[in-house]
């Protein structure tokens, strides 16, 4: 039969890598140039139905800046799902994604299920992440059991899908 489930989804990456952004798509279809940085964290929820299941999001927008980073642990505990979050133009937040993944290997939930994203994929002629790109992304995340995808909030690409795929990944109790 069909089955409800209750996930609880955290956003983590670094400021401006557009975590609030992909939210906005994904629960209200809007994207705006100037979105403004998250104070603390934001809530939010979505309902997804895949093909065997409802999935209800309960989503967690983290705040990127440094000064909010050991109120991490409070929305990543006991989270279902996290989506690690880097701008494909800037390689310190791929590098800063990196250690999201890390820390949450080490203190997250052991079933979670990870998304890395790489968003902006809309900027692509201004790829900065040097002498790695998309195939590094592939790889790394790959040898880390997550699953990875290039994403933009700013034109939808693979918004929605990234939802879609954890949710289909998501532990049927
Ligand atoms: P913090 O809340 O500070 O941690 O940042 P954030 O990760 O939530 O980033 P946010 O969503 O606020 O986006 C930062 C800026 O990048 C905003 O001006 C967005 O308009 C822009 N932006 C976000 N996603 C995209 C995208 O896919 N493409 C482009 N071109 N711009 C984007
Ligand atoms: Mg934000």
Redesign the pocket.
């Known amino acids: 039969g069909n089955k409800n489930i209750n996930a609880k989804l955290v956003l983590l990456?670094d400021?401006?890598?557009?975590?609030?952004?992909l939210v906005l798509r994904f629960v209200k279809g809007q994207f705006?140039?100037?979105?403004?940085?998250?104070i603390g964290a934001a809530f939010f929820s979505q309902t997804l139905a895949v093909n065997d299941a409802t999935v209800k999001f309960e989503i967690w927008?983290t705040?990127?800046?440094e000064r909010y980073h050991s109120l991490a642990p409070m929305y990543y505990r006991g989270a279902a799902a996290a989506i690690i979050?880097y701008d494909i133009t800037n390689q310190a937040s791929f590098d800063r994604a990196k250690k999201w993944v890390q820390e949450l290997q080490a203190q997250g939930n052991p079933n979670m299920v990870m998304a890395l994203a790489g968003?902006?994929?809309?900027?692509l002629d201004d790829r900065k992440v040097a002498g790695f790109g998309l195939q590094e992304a592939q790889v790394y995340a790959q040898e880390n059991g997550l699953f990875f995808m290039e994403?933009?909030?700013?034109t939808a690409t693979n918004v929605n899908d990234i939802f879609y795929e954890i949710a289909k990944r998501l532990p049927r109790v």
Do not use: M
Not at 15 to 21: C, D, W
């Open positions: 990456g400021p401006g890598a557009g975590k609030s952004s705006v140039e100037f979105q403004e940085s998250t927008d705040a990127g800046q979050v968003n902006k994929a809309d900027l994403t933009s909030a700013k």
